[in-house]
């Protein structure tokens, strides 16, 4: 929630935003104020969604399981990115170490073997 005692809801953004380990965490503004200006401020603040009060609550765990959706989507992306990253540095490698005849050669190997 944004209007909160003590600690606002996006002081609690601004501060998970900041922190290596909760920088990721989807993140739903829920508040009572609903003006373009509120919206977009909370956005830019780096919120996943903002849902305006009052709200259901089936609105609130479907948007709540797509935000964690599309978390896991990004993460599995990120994952093959490395994956593909380490297979192009091998390959540069091995192009930057073999002959042709010496890369035909392993490559007949590995698809025979």
């Known amino acids: 929630d944004v209007m909160m005692p003590g600690i606002d809801g996006l002081e ?3 501060r998970l935003r900041e922190s290596p380990v909760t920088a990721g965490l989807p993140t739903i503004l829920i508040t009572a104020k609903n003006e373009p200006s509120d919206i977009a401020h909370g956005l830019q603040l780096g919120a996943d969604d903002y849902i305006p ?3 259901h609550p089936n609105e609130l765990l ?9 978390r896991k989507l990004e993460m599995t992306l990120q994952r093959r990115t490395q994956e593909l990253e380490a297979l192009l ?4 490698e091995l ?10 050669e392993l490559l007949l ?3 025979l073997d």
């Open 89 to 92: 540095r091998v390959s540069e």
């Open 12 to 14: 609690v953004l601004s």
């Open 62 to 70: 479907a948007r709540a399981e797509s935000k964690i959706q599309a």
């Open 109 to 111: 190997y590995l698809v």
């Open 53 to 55: 009060k009052p709200f």
């Open 95 to 104: 192009n930057q170490h073999l002959e042709v005849d010496e890369l035909l």
